[in-house]
């Protein structure tokens, strides 16, 4: 595949646009290309640098990750003083001064007022978080849509899931997703009973078979929503080039997409056990396919940061002002505007609530920057039976199957549900290992007290020792649902808090409610359950050391005793323009239309009024193509021509003399 | 290019410390940079009296009980480079007895050292993003693991057959908490400044 067309910022400027997309990653990317196809004129202004667009660029984001020392979702990909991203490693943990205090700092591009910590990152860069994602792309389920009406907490859709399953289908063509559909129907999540996926399920891992023929149809009974649970090991969908399926499209089967940059190349997953944050043969999906398919209706500027919406006449918008950079080094900009007959912003959850919150739009309802949500996830680690031999870890995609019985059912009723992913990768996100492996068999570094450690391990000591305890790493990683709360909030104070560009910082408050607390315990006792069950020794723990606690640390009374838990987060940022029939309560109507401004979308996971228990970017994806449609309705009906006579030309071409 | 005697001296003495043979070692084709690395971090003269104490244990039968301290930590900082790819925090104490000017932080030696980091092939896998196996290889059932006395034997470092036996017995016993990496504190938290497990109080839900 080619690299999409870009232009230089100062080019982008000089017209007027049917569109402009703020936001080059999957939701942006998706509209722009739409909409292309269409007819329209789009400009998409991406602020992040490009680069990964092209072969050397994006080998050169693989040495990136080589040389990292914390190889986190954002260390492939170089850091933009311009523009920078929230990172995993802007936060460490501290003692609390008084006894409930915050436990944490904070010195990233977020301003972190707690009292727990916003642990999601997201890259601003060509592609966005669509670069460093796993690629899992579960759907929603019918009950994770109405969560108030069916459960008594959260928030509701106005939209059901029945409505979005043509776009999801859709979406998973784009996205190129390979998976099991009779699996997922048997879920309730695919209400087609004829869809197949695009490409056949990418084949489970030897720890997902193993996990299986242990633990199908064992019955786990958490203790906090009663629920006995039948465990069965389910294959996650996934975005990533696997065989296709000819039966796929009734019959006219599916044409993987391959490598931007690289022209003819492209192949299924070769295991690389990389996907976050960079796949090195871009089997896994991302945006730069969508990307290299814009047409020539589709302008694309990076290094173009929009700093404000402009208002127009009555309650539209008239484009957006942006500023572009020439250095990622060094933050001079010169600032330019695009005038759009729509405006849609595509930035991420965080980022969209902040552009809306400076521009000063959409205020009615009050909610813009509210109900910012994650997916907490909770690790749990343990060291299969030696007798059963090496499980084999950091081999193939980060994951491939998961237990799905606590996503659904009453229980949730009284604790947040939760999705188990079993991990291929060992103990890496809960302890850096194998490296952190490597140093403790060594002892490297030294004790609390920083003296050398008396007992060394060399030698062939070291080789079997490290094979046997890495060879056996088994790591749960449980996504818990977070339900709207308008005091997890989004917001900006211009007058302390600037980026180095001089646009305002996000002001993040977070915290978790009891429902999500009491999902942890739940998550605690059945993670415990299954190691118990495969005979593995669990390793898990959420204590301070030596009075430090963990980052996410905190306590909790369940059963009348304080249990210390811990979360990481999820990078599943959503919720801070939520969609919704009401302009008093919501920020954006089912199209991601503002009810405030009618040429203004917000378009993303912000508009998502609860997130389930699956990685959100599918449903963002199908609603991105929902809104694109919508898009193109609005723009005909904009330019359809007030004059008596036929036109001469069909509606695209027409579209310039109605504009005013 | 002809190896040097200084890199045929430094890889012949890290066999006993890595247990991997010097056809392993060389193969990695890191020889060069992990020496340079750990004259640079150390020091010239610091670097040279270790490998002399070094050669000097080995030859005596002792090993590492015979280096001092700050010896014993240089030689697992340069473990831990073959294992890694990169150098690692070393121990506060011995940082300080070396007088370092270097500061005490971990860092990759460069992106293809990381890439032929030893750890990977203890457990038979390959580099997070490099070397891959191919597709559906994550399927498979990995080999069973290695008995002590193959790595002795590749080494050449073997055992009595009496005390292999008691070994064999002692490897299926539970592995100490103080060879197991604790959690990370922070997402940051380079792998050599994880805490052992061993300091890390455990979990009572």
């Known amino acids: 595949m080619t690299a999409p067309p870009t232009v230089p910022p100062a080019a982008a400027a000089r017209r007027h646009y049917d569109a402009v997309v703020v ?43 080589y040389s990292a020392v914390a190889k986190v979702p954002n260390s492939a990909y170089r850091p933009n003083r311009a523009v920078p991203s929230p990172d995993v490693l802007d936060m460490a943990p501290v003692r609390a001064t008084e006894p409930g205090g915050k436990e944490f700092t904070a010195d990233g591009y977020f301003v972190q007022e707690g009292p727990l910590p ?89 720890i997902d078979r193993y996990c299986a023929e242990r633990l199908d149809g064992h019955v786990v009974t958490e203790p906090v929503g009663g629920q006995a649970g039948e465990l069965r090991v389910t294959a996650l969908p996934q975005a990533r080039n696997s065989t296709p399926d000819p039966a796929y499209d009734g019959g006219r089967g599916f044409r993987p997409a391959g490598a931007a940059g690289l022209p003819n190349y492209g192949e299924r997953c070769v295991g690389n056990a990389s996907c976050v944050p960079i796949c090195p043969v871009q089997a896994k999906s991302s945006p730069l396919r969508v990307q290299a398919g814009f047409n020539g209706n589709v302008t694309l500027a990076t290094r173009s940061v929009v700093t404000r919406v402009l208002r127009g006449r009555g309650g539209t918008v008239r484009g957006v002002e942006y500023r572009s950079y020439g250095d990622p080094a060094t933050p001079v900009s010169e600032p330019y505007t695009a005038e759009a007959d729509i405006v849609v912003l595509a930035a991420h959850a965080v980022e969209n609530a902040r552009l809306l919150l400076f521009s000063e739009l959409a205020a009615t309802s009050g909610q813009v920057g509210r109900n910012l949500m994650d997916h907490p996830t909770m690790l749990a680690w343990a060291l299969s039976a030696e007798a059963d031999g090496p499980v084999g870890p950091y081999r193939g995609p980060g994951h491939t199957s998961g237990v799905e019985v606590f996503r659904f059912g009453d229980a949730r009723r009284a604790r947040a549900p939760f ?80 980026d180095p560009m001089g646009n305002p910082r996000p002001i993040i408050a977070y915290d978790l409610d009891r429902h999500v607390r009491d999902g942890m315990v739940a998550a605690r006792h059945v993670a415990r359950a299954i190691f118990a069950r495969l005979g593995a020794t669990d390793h898990t723990t959420y204590r301070p050391q030596n009075g430090v606690p963990p ?8 059963d009348g005793r304080e249990v210390h838990l811990a979360y990481r987060g999820a990078g599943h940022g959503a919720g801070t323009h939520i969609m919704g029939t009401d302009a008093k309560t919501s920020v954006v109507d089912s199209y991601q239309r503002t009810h405030d401004h009618p040429n203004l979308y917000a378009a993303g996971c912000g508009s998502m009024p609860s997130i389930g228990t699956s990685n959100p970017t599918v449903t963002m994806a199908a609603l991105a193509l929902r809104s694109a449609d919508h898009i193109d309705r609005h723009l005909a009906d904009l330019h359809r021509p007030v004059a008596v006579r036929v036109p001469a030309r069909q509606h695209p071409a027409a579209r310039q003399e109605a504009t005013s | ?79 831990y480079l073959w294992y890694t790819g990169a150098w690692p ?22 992106p293809a050292a990381y890439v032929e980091g030893l750890v990977w092939r203890t457990f038979d896998g390959h580099p997070a ?24 034997r590749e080494a050449g470092t073997d055992a009595p057959a009496e005390q292999a036996a008691e070994e064999r017995a002692a490897e299926e016993a539970a592995v100490p908490a103080a060879k197991l990496p604790g959690p990370l504190l922070a997402r940051g938290t380079a792998p050599s400044t994880v805490m052992t497990a061993d300091d890390v109080p455990g979990d009572e839900i």
């Open chain 1, 23 to 65: 936001g080059a990653g999957w939701a942006g990317s998706l509209i722009a290309r739409r909409l292309g196809e269409k007819g329209w004129d789009v400009l998409v202004l991406e602020a992040g640098n490009g680069g990964t667009e092209t072969w050397p660029g994006y080998l050169d984001s693989l040495d990136t990750f």
């Open chain 1, 118 to 206: 916003y642990g999601t990152d997201y890259l601003r860069a060509l592609g966005g978080a669509g670069m460093h994602w796993l690629g899992a792309v579960p759907r929603m389920h019918p009950d994770d849509f109405r969560v108030r009406a069916g459960y008594g907490y959260g928030r509701d859709w106005p939209l059901t899931a029945a409505d979005l399953q043509p776009y999801y289908a859709r979406a998973e063509r784009e996205m190129g997703v390979a998976g099991d559909a009779a699996e997922q129907r048997g879920l309730g999540v695919i209400g087609d009973p004829a869809y197949v996926y695009p490409m056949h399920t990418v084949p489970p891992s030897y």
């Open chain 1, 419 to 498: 999705r188990i992913e079993l991990s291929n990768w060992g103990w890496s996100w809960a302890t850096g290992a194998p490296m952190s492996n490597v140093a403790a068999a060594l002892g490297v570094g030294g004790t609390a007290d920083g003296e050398v450690r008396p007992d060394p391990t060399f030698g062939p000591e070291l080789r079997r020792l490290l094979g046997s305890v890495i060879g056996r790493q088994l790591q749960l990683q449980i996504a818990i649902e977070q339900s709207a709360d308008p005091a997890n909030r989004v917001t900006i104070d211009p007058r302390r808090h600037r």
């Open chain 1, 551 to 558: 980052i996410g640390h905190l306590t909790h009374t369940y």
């Open chain 2, 1 to 79: 290019m002809a190896i040097s005697a200084d890199v045929r001296e430094f890889v012949r003495s890290c066999v006993p410390l890595t247990g991997f043979a010097e056809y392993d070692l060389y193969g990695t084709g890191m020889a060069d940079l992990y020496l340079d690395t750990a004259r640079a971090q150390v020091g010239e003269e610091h670097f040279a009296a270790f490998l002399r104490a070094w050669i000097a244990a080995v030859e005596e039968g002792e090993g590492a009980a015979a280096l001092s301290p700050t010896h014993l930590e240089i030689a697992r900082a340069v473990t």
């Open chain 2, 89 to 110: 925090r070393m121990a506060p104490a011995a940082h300080a007895a070396l007088r370092r000017e270097k500061a005490n932080v971990e860092f990759v030696a460069a």
């Open chain 2, 129 to 152: 993003g490099a070397k891959p196996p191919g597709y559906g290889t994550w399927s498979v059932r990995p080999p069973r693991p290695r008995t002590l006395a193959e790595p002795r």
